[in-house]
């Protein structure tokens, strides 16, 4: 079965750093790209920052400067490193990947189940 596990969510202060990490497992032949989301309260999941295969990344322009977007391709795993967390990066976020089961099918869209994050003033 193959599947997203995102971890290192939690509660932080305005101001402090988070990182997250979401690793894929199962059988998996290849990956393309690998993407972060969020959901805030209210509001609609958005992109907040992306990872092709060949290590190009793209970010929100909420997050531009502040998050980076890294991924280690031999663990299976992208990360997403916040700094200068602010309070309305509070939100649930998901890790997105393109994935495919055997070399012959398409890439096929994974979620994994999101991890809290918090950010007080």
């Known amino acids: 079965q193959v599947q997203l596990v995102e971890s290192g969510g939690g509660l932080v202060q305005a101001g402090g750093s988070l990182r997250l990490s979401c690793a894929a497992s199962?059988?998996?032949?290849?990956?393309?790209?690998m993407n972060w989301y969020r959901q805030g309260p209210g509001k609609q999941r958005e992109l907040v920052a992306a990872?092709?295969?060949?290590?190009?990344?793209n970010y929100a322009d909420s997050v531009n400067g502040r998050f980076t977007i890294s991924r280690d391709t031999a663990k299976r795993t992208v990360y997403l490193q916040m700094n200068s967390l602010k309070p309305e990066d509070t939100a649930v976020y998901y890790c997105?990947?393109?994935?495919?089961?055997?070399?012959?099918?398409?890439?096929?869209?994974?979620w994994g189940q999101g991890t809290q994050v918090t950010v007080s003033s």
């Open positions: 990872i092709t295969s060949g290590g190009s990344t």
């Open positions: 199962g059988r998996i032949v290849g990956i393309n790209a």
């Open positions: 997105n990947a393109a994935m495919r089961t055997m070399p012959t099918m398409p890439y096929q869209n994974y």
